[in-house]
């Protein structure tokens, strides 16, 4: 168990409440900037930031890549990648304030490859799931989204 007091962002998806540390998110657009004309592979559409357009992805609390736009999305979290931006969709972002965190490394049963998921931590009334950028961008639905794509 470990506890800290710093920001966090809380990402709504479906069910799903996922805590970044606020610094892994460079901004938030509105998905209706979003550009759905000719997606790039594995993505819903493209949205522009910094002056290019980057591909926008929308997984489900399940973390599989959804093919069509769900109703609550609302909000295009945009995650640096080391070599541009990725776009997430969320229903909801909030940014908690110095939060005194407690959070609960998973228990070795349920530690896998197939999960970004570090560790788990009470809010509100349920469980929120912690992560980082960089775990999310290497999970496989979102890593499909980054692999570079022949010019056409």
């Known amino acids: ?63 599989r890549v959804l093919e069509s736009l769900p109703p609550a999305r609302r909000a295009c979290v945009m995650l640096a990648t080391g070599s541009g931006f990725l776009g997430l969709l969320c229903d909801d972002v909030r940014v908690l304030t110095q939060l005194d965190i407690v959070d609960y490394s998973l228990p070795m049963a349920m530690r896998c490859n197939d999960t970004p998921v570090q560790a788990l931590m009470p809010f509100e009334s349920g469980l929120a799931c912690v992560t980082d950028a960089g775990r999310l961008l290497q ?3 979102l890593a499909l989204a980054l692999r570079p794509q022949p010019e056409v």
């Not at 809380?10 to 998905?31: F, H, N, T, W, Y």
């Open 1 to 63: 168990m470990r506890q800290e007091t710093r920001n966090r962002i809380l990402l709504r998806i479906e069910g799903l409440k996922l805590m970044l540390p606020q610094g892994d998110i460079c901004a938030v657009e509105s998905v209706v900037d979003m550009d759905m004309q000719e997606p790039p592979p594995h993505a819903l559409g493209r949205i522009a930031y910094l002056g290019q357009r980057w591909p926008v992805v929308c997984i489900d609390a399940e973390f």
């Open 139 to 141: 999970f496989s639905a």
